[in-house]
């Protein structure tokens, strides 16, 4: 059974700058701030280098070059993230994956994150997936 959980939220804005990695600077933020149950609720920008983890698949692909992201969504808290991307290339040419470590920032990116007030995630082991899955607890 899934969780419905109603919560209030508020919001913060990042900018992170050429040559930061996203993924740790995500990490810093949140830790920070200590937000316990926060998404991205908007991105945009680029990155010189993006590394994915395509559905279904083990490891990661490294892309290099100049590219835009297009969209940025996922959940993030003390314990871990989960966070999806959709890049474009110079040629317009689009991809996304399950985000790795790795992906730089090339001019900008700037970031709307949202956090829910009255709820608090957490990653749990699932039998189902294999993976490390969120949790929903009231605070």
Known sequence: MATL????????????LPQQELVS?????????????????G?????????????????ANLLSG????VSLIGTLEA????LHMAVADENGHMTGGHVMEGCIVRTTLELVIGELN?????????????YDELNIRQR
């Open 25 to 41: 600077a995500l990490r810093d933020f949140i830790r920070t701030h200590d937000l316990r149950a926060a998404w991205i609720s």
């Open 79 to 82: 314990g871990g993230e989960h």
């Open 118 to 130: 009255d709820v608090a995630f957490s990653r749990q082991p699932c039998v189902r997936s294999g």
């Open 43 to 59: 991105c945009v920008g680029s990155l010189s280098e993006v590394v994915f983890r395509y559905a279904g698949r083990e490891g």
């Open 66 to 69: 100049k590219f835009e992201v």
């Open 5 to 16: 959980t109603s919560s209030t939220a508020r919001f913060y804005a990042l900018r992170l």
